[in-house]
């Protein structure tokens, strides 16, 4: 069974910081790349950060680089977005996601809140 557990979220001023895994099992996590998105009420799900399955490369939305940092661990099978320097507008659900390349294979965590206020 594949499972997608994201933890770390919560409430946080503004200029803090918060640190976000997920914990995947029921498939084979290093062939898999791994991203995080985020979506507020009203809004598509926008990608925030993104690492290879091969190479670990990341790529990050504009509006979160030098902010976060996309990791991950093969050995435990987790991904984690280290978040810096937030502000209210990084308020959303974040939400785990886990592709295998190539191919239509897609799985989603549950989410966590974050939220971002003073």
């Known amino acids: 069974q594949v499972q997608l557990v994201e933890s770390g979220g919560g409430l946080v001023q503004p200029g803090g910081s918060l640190r976000l895994s997920c914990a995947a099992s029921?498939?084979?996590?290093?062939?898999?790349?791994m991203s995080w998105y985020r979506q507020t009420p009203g809004k598509d799900r926008e990608l925030v950060a993104h690492?290879?399955?091969?190479?670990?490369?990341?790529n990050y939305a504009d509006s979160v680089k030098g902010r976060f940092t996309i990791s991950r661990d093969n050995a435990k099978n987790t991904v984690n977005l280290q978040m810096n320097s937030l502000t209210p507008e990084d308020t959303a659900v974040y939400y785990c996601?886990?592709?295998?390349?190539?191919?239509?294979?897609?799985?989603w965590g549950q989410g966590t809140q974050v939220t971002v206020s003073s």
């Open positions: 029921g498939f084979t996590f290093r062939n898999y790349a």
């Open positions: 996601n886990a592709r295998l390349p190539s191919t239509s294979v897609s799985y």
């Open positions: 690492i290879t399955s091969t190479y670990g490369s990341t």
